[in-house]
């Protein structure tokens, strides 16, 4: 990615700034050399990008800037830039040259180095190039820019005054698509898709443990776990450091929790070893530079010296889990690795998947250590995950139920939607309101209700999904 922004950077005026945030597509045939050249230069770019390492923090995943939690950014062309290469077939010497362009032509420039030195946009499709001279045999490379995904073609176009019968049907030379920027919900989808958690079969914050009234983990299963866990109503996690110790400040947390938003247990080590794992996991992927987990913290001074990230992430989760442990300097050096190596997205691919380039070489953080390559953990992606979404919603029975004082309600959505979900008591009213026109993405969703300042009763949760598509009721019971 960076290769296309350094050569969009040279030439394009401020009012194409949002090229920056695009990439070059995987299609495109062989570029074609020639004495002059109309419109992009390409830039030489350090090769060094790839030996950077990268991690996240959870401001970023949670895209702390807006209230909401972006969706994926589909893999869909939106432009497409190309080049085309007309030559002087003839045996006299012009001053002047006329295109007309198949598609709309959003950018394009003649450089002070061509021969044609004045560039002249009669309308979106003709344009009109003067002040030089092309003479018998040489050839000019014309490039532009378009914001729509069309294949582009000359039409025609004249060596000299638009005169006598122009040469038509010109293809490009070369021929980029361009895709949109991925965001970081992208990166999350595809960690779990490509098999990043695998193993523990989610990714996994804390212990599991045998006794479940001992202690308390998190397992999120999906990405959507995830996005829901790094920011709710309440905005992200800010508090603490904490262990698991409490759910909405009155209950014991104890056994496993699906997600957990800050409504629930806000509790900024946990968002960080969220961010943390997801760093070491996309790693092993081949999703950044491999061999982030595998680091060792540097610093003889704290007692984690010497030890691996993928270990330090465990002693985070034993810490959170068993409530023992200094979660203070835990918090302390996860924050400083994943502040130290985090940075704005920057992508070597998005056609097929995303691979992200590298924030800082490690010679520039000295509280990390490489080790040898041979140690390096790796994980085989699994190109080929394909999730079966039911085709039909589907509203589940709460579980538990009957419960004290708390119960989580899933249900499932065969694409997304609009979501609302309220409870209502034995006489039809309405007592909490779980989500208002919340906006969902497919699969399976779970909302944990909380019943602590109502009666034992029975009570009733309605589900309608975009204005009425959908809808059920169910009957739930709480027993004090």
């Not at 991925?182 to 898709?193: A, G, L, Q, R």
């Amino acid at each position: 990615m960076k290769n296309v922004n350094r050569f969009f950077m040279i030439v394009l005026i401020p009012a194409l700034i949002m090229l920056l945030n695009m990439q070059v597509g995987e299609a495109g045939n062989h570029r074609t050399k020639s004495n002059s050249n109309f419109g992009f230069v390409q830039a030489t770019v350090g090769s060094d990008d790839t030996l950077k390492y990268f991690s996240f923090v959870p401001e970023s995943l949670a895209a702390a800037a807006s209230s909401k939690i972006p969706k994926a950014v589909k893999r869909k062309n939106t432009a497409s830039y190309w080049e085309f290469v007309l030559k002087n077939t003839g045996s006299t010497t012009v001053t002047e040259m006329h295109i007309q362009f198949k598609q709309d032509v959003d950018f394009i420039r003649g450089l002070e180095n061509t021969k044609f030195g004045n560039t002249t946009q009669n309308t979106k499709k003709k344009y009109s190039f003067s002040v030089g001279e092309i003479i018998p045999g040489d050839s000019v490379i014309v490039k532009g820019y378009c914001v729509k995904a069309k294949p582009q073609q000359i039409k025609k176009y004249w060596f000299g005054p638009v005169t006598g019968t122009p040469a038509i049907n010109l293809e490009p030379t070369e021929q980029s698509f361009l895709l949109p920027m991925p965001n970081y919900t992208n990166v999350i989808e595809e960690v779990f898709s490509e098999g990043g958690f695998e193993v523990a079969n989610g990714l996994l914050v804390g212990k599991v443990l045998i006794d479940p009234k001992t202690g308390g983990w998190v397992l999120m299963k999906k990405a959507g776990d995830v996005t829901k866990s790094l920011r709710d109503k309440d905005g992200t996690h800010k508090d603490g450091p904490f262990y698991f110790d409490l759910l909405n400040k009155k209950k014991t947390f104890n056994g496993e929790q699906s997600s957990l938003p800050p409504k629930k247990h806000n509790n900024k080590l946990f968002a960080e070893v969220m961010a943390f794992k997801l760093g070491i996991a996309a790693s092993a992927l081949g999703k950044t530079k491999p061999g982030f987990g595998d680091l060792k913290y540097n610093d003889p001074e704290n007692p984690l010296h010497d030890s691996s990230l993928i270990k330090i992430a465990s002693m985070a989760d034993q810490a959170l889990t068993n409530r023992v442990g200094d979660i203070n300097n835990l918090f302390y050096v996860i924050r400083r690795i994943d502040s130290a190596l985090t940075g704005p997205l920057d992508t070597v691919s998005f056609g097929t998947r995303t691979v992200l380039n590298g924030s800082k070489l490690l010679s520039e953080i000295p509280f990390l250590k490489e080790v040898p390559l041979a140690s390096i953990t790796r994980i085989t992606p699994r190109l080929h995950n394909n999730i079966d979404i039911p085709d039909v919603f589907t509203l589940q029975q709460n579980y538990p139920n009957p419960f004290n004082p708390s119960t989580t309600i899933k249900f499932i959505l065969p694409s997304a939607g609009l979501v609302t979900l309220k409870i209502y008591d034995i006489l039809g009213r309405e007592v909490a309101t779980l989500l208002e026109q919340e906006e969902l993405d497919e699969g399976e969703q779970s909302i944990d209700f909380f019943a602590d300042n109502l009666s034992s009763g029975i009570y009733f949760y309605r589900l309608v999904v975009n204005n009425g598509e959908f809808q059920q009721i169910k009957k739930m019971m709480f027993v004090k």
